[in-house]
């Protein structure tokens, strides 16, 4: 079964600040992607990563993909309230019509 | 471009009561799903469908049923109500490609059990 843990599942920071998301998974996957969920709102897709040592930027956020480590990250640089939201990762399941496997979540506060 | 349409927004239904929540896309996408969100569990995979007339099963099937007579609706049918189905429900339609094919997710519906 392909599991998907990110940490943290809460994240308080103060603007200005960096930090980093991780998601894990358990099984091999030829992508990763991460999504960005406004409270009571839709899934947005942020960035979809297709190989090791892939890495995407928009404005703050950047992603990276490890696939040896089944690891990729979501860093958050010089934070700002615009950017609080819950951020979720997702790999392909196989065998699902390439349905996506979600983590839980990671929510994020920016505070002043 | 509409994109994928999901409706109602909001329904509460009574305990045995059945309902379809619809989903209709306009991308001409081949693949749809259907998933439910629940407070801090991420979104789980109810069913899938890889094209008209071809369903199957995801993580959470019970209690619910797809159909997918066309390539742009996939309805999703709770038969027999139940508290435990009350949840956020979100379609998602993708076209898989070698680049880039993330899914596309509709609005939701909030659906509560009484």
């Known amino acids: 079964e392909l599991k998907v843990e990110q940490n943290p599942l809460f994240l308080s920071m103060q603007e200005g600040k960096n930090y980093t998301i991780y998601c894990n998974y358990s099984?091999?996957?030829?992508?990763l992607y991460w999504y960005r969920q406004d409270p009571g709102k839709s899934l947005e897709s942020l960035f979809v990563l297709l190989s090791n040592g892939a890495v995407k930027q928009e404005g703050r956020l950047m992603a990276s993909l490890d696939t040896k480590a089944r690891l990729s990250t979501l860093h958050i640089t010089a934070a700002v309230h615009d950017l609080s939201a819950t951020y979720f990762c997702?790999?392909?399941?196989?065998?699902?019509?390439?349905?996506?496997?979600f983590g839980k979540g990671t929510s994020l506060l920016v505070t002043p | 471009n509409a994109g994928v349409t999901q409706t109602p927004k909001f329904r509460i239904l009574k305990i045995g009561q059945s309902m379809t929540l619809q989903c209709t896309q306009d991308m001409n996408h081949n693949y749809m799903y259907w998933y439910r969100q629940d407070p801090g569990m991420g979104l789980k995979l109810i069913y899938y469908?890889?094209?008209?007339?071809?369903?199957d099963k995801g993580e959470v099937p019970n209690g619910y049923n797809v159909s997918r007579s066309t390539t742009e609706d996939f309805p999703l049918r709770l038969e027999l109500a139940a508290p435990s189905q009350t949840s956020v429900y979100f379609c998602a339609s993708s076209q898989y490609t070698s680049n880039n094919s993330p899914l596309h997710f509709g609005n939701g519906t909030r659906l509560t059990v009484t």
């Open positions: 099984t091999t996957s030829d992508r």
């Open positions: 997702a790999v392909n399941a196989k065998g699902s019509g390439y349905a996506l496997n």
């Open positions: 469908s890889v094209g008209a007339g071809i369903t």
